[in-house]
């Protein structure tokens, strides 16, 4: 494949709007995630049968207690956002860190030894690959029971690949490199040199990585929880809160609106944040 | 050339084997299937009749081994619940996720194409940056959630279109578009990059050199050569795609293979859920072996001596 260069556009890094713009919308979702319990107007899973489906603060009827109305069970809509930004953060960030243990350690052994390693290690890539994601977690859920802790360990499980195939790519540059030779030379260890010269250079790479891969988690965590297999209930995942309100969507289609909404922002912002990034250490994401 | 398909043959082969057994093992995660099968209410004695009918009671390796076996000569297995071959289950609801992979992709080449084209021709221009904005919006779009907006609109608003069902091919459309979102991204990236390449090379100076038109030389040099990758990763992308229509299939009530393994994940039908796993990654290894070749042989430099 031909190698895509990253254009030289007119406003690059921090420079660039964009950037800021997923700086900002990560650093809104990252206070939302740690003070949670602070910022919450009302208990996210208290339950009040009388303030059922409150439209919110743009439409008639609306209670100003409850800014962005109340679910299906009288729940306040805005709490249960911000708690579930919590949840979709958690999600995404531990799930990035299980997949980049695994995904780095392969592709660094694989680029760095080569040879027979490095043929086992593009085996195990293109069977990931070939393996369905979705259908892999649910059925893990499906017989194991829904719960966060196997879902981080799935989605890790399956989501190492793009972390093994820039780690393997970078570090095959790097390893010819002079300073490489020169730890060599120098009577340096292999995991001296791996620990000391090869991973500190790779690791701008994998940042940008990361932030691609934390909106994958936090995207697949919402389709899996919106299917019913994902985070247990009464939890308020996004992908769980669009899944309840899936039967009121044509009566009051603001109830799938918000946390949708929610979504796709913070995701776009993560995207918006990596991207930037990327053109900050001039890295490669594409194999 | 035959070296080469050999070679990508036998990894090919590998894989799958390597698939199987992760399924197999995936499958009997939950422990004692027979228990999960014989249902809530069932009896220590219809426990064991349960075992001894689906040959549960065998050692794990030689269940493996007959499974395996049995697969190779295409056979796998019974389901469960609907108590037919599991292959003619998957037979019967393949056409729907097939369908719905191809109108996936068409909509997206269909976009992609243009968009990525006309942002290389305007490369940093505000339309070349609209182009890319596009691309991440794309990008984070829930699929699930695009599908039910689009419902809600498209379908219940506006009634254009059918809501949910296979009825007629319009409704594949939404869905088609939902999937579409998956691939887009990266189509018009390819495309675009694919085509600032060309447009930067010296045969297109040439090109030009000679006083050809501007659409001849965009659409028959330059088109031609950015469209080698474009086309290799739609066939990758398709492959991602038939995985991943199992939530657009559950959102759409599209009765599709992912349809099938959603069902069978419910019911503990796991010769259905180990079998639809196997088909699906062979169907993406095939579709890379497909790109593989097709780079092969649109690019003559890739086959090597």
Request: hydrophobic share 55%.
């Amino acid at each position: 494949m031909s190698v895509v260069s990253v254009t030289a556009g007119p406003k690059r890094g921090w420079k660039s709007v964009s950037t800021w713009i997923g700086a900002v919308i990560v650093g809104i979702a990252l206070i939302c995630a740690i003070f949670t319990p602070l910022l919450v107007p009302h208990d996210p899973f208290a339950q009040d049968l009388s303030k059922r489906l409150l439209p919110p603060f743009w439409m008639a009827g609306t209670n100003p207690d409850y800014i962005l109305g109340t679910d299906q069970l009288g729940r306040d809509y805005l709490s249960r956002l911000i708690w579930g930004c919590r949840i979709s953060m958690l999600i995404g960030v531990t799930v990035t860190v299980v997949s980049a243990l695994i995904g780095i350690t392969i592709g660094v052994l694989g680029g760095f030894l080569g040879g027979r390693v490095d043929d086992a290690v593009l085996f195990a890539i293109t069977t990931r690959l070939s393996i369905p994601p979705v259908l892999v977690a649910l059925a893990v859920a499906g017989l194991l029971g829904s719960s966060m802790t196997l879902l981080v360990l799935t989605l890790g499980l399956l989501l190492w690949d793009r972390f093994a195939v820039v780690a393997r790519s970078t570090t095959m540059q790097v390893r010819n490199l002079d300073f490489v030779a020169a730890a060599w030379c120098a009577g340096c260890s292999r995991f001296r040199i791996l620990a000391g010269e090869v991973l500190p250079n790779i690791a701008s790479h994998l940042v940008v990585v990361a932030t691609l891969e934390i909106a994958l988690a936090i995207l697949l965590e919402a389709a899996l929880s919106f299917l019913g297999l994902g985070v247990p209930p009464p939890l308020p995942s996004w992908g769980l809160m669009i899944a309840e309100a899936k039967d009121y969507m044509f009566f009051s289609p603001w109830v799938i609106v918000i946390p949708g909404v929610a979504l796709f922002v913070l995701v776009l912002g993560i995207n918006l944040l990596g991207d930037g990034l990327r053109d900050l250490f001039g890295a490669r994401t594409d194999p | 050339m035959l070296q080469f398909l050999v070679r990508r043959l036998i990894v090919a082969i590998l894989v799958a084997a390597t698939v199987m057994t992760l399924a197999f093992i995936l499958t009997r995660l939950s422990g004692d299937l027979a228990i999960s099968i014989a249902g809530p209410n069932a009896t220590q004695a219809d426990v064991e009749a349960v075992r001894k009918a689906y040959g549960l009671d065998r050692p794990l390796t030689v269940q493996f081994f007959d499974w395996v076996g049995r697969a190779a000569t295409g056979d796998l297995g019974e389901s469960y619940f609907f108590k037919t071959k599991v292959s003619k289950l998957i037979g019967e609801r393949m056409p729907i996720t097939i369908t719905l992979g191809l109108t996936g992709l068409v909509i997206a080449l269909l976009v992609s194409l243009p968009l990525g084209i006309l942002a290389a021709v305007r490369e940093n221009t505000a339309l070349d940056r609209v182009v890319q904005m596009v691309a991440l919006l794309g990008q984070a779009m829930p699929s699930f959630w695009l599908g039910l907006i689009l419902m809600i609109t498209l379908g219940l608003q506006l009634g254009w279109l059918p809501i949910s069902g296979t009825g007629s091919w319009q409704h594949y459309v939404m869905p088609g578009i939902v999937l579409a979102f998956s691939a887009i991204p990266a189509l018009t990236r390819l495309t675009r990059a694919g085509m600032i390449q060309a447009m930067g090379s010296d045969y297109i100076r040439t090109a030009r050199a000679k006083g050809l038109s501007r659409a001849s030389i965009l659409l028959k040099h330059a088109l031609r050569n950015a469209a080698i990758p474009v086309v290799a990763i739609a066939a990758v992308q398709l492959g991602f795609m038939l995985g991943g229509s199992i939530v657009i299939e559950q959102v759409f009530a599209l009765h599709g293979v992912g349809f099938l393994a959603w069902e069978s994940i419910g019911k503990n039908d796991f010769p259905v859920v180990q079998a639809v796993v196997l088909v699906l990654a062979v169907i993406y290894v095939a579709l890379t072996m497909v790109a593989d070749l097709m780079n092969a042989v649109l690019d003559p430099r890739l086959r090597g001596p």
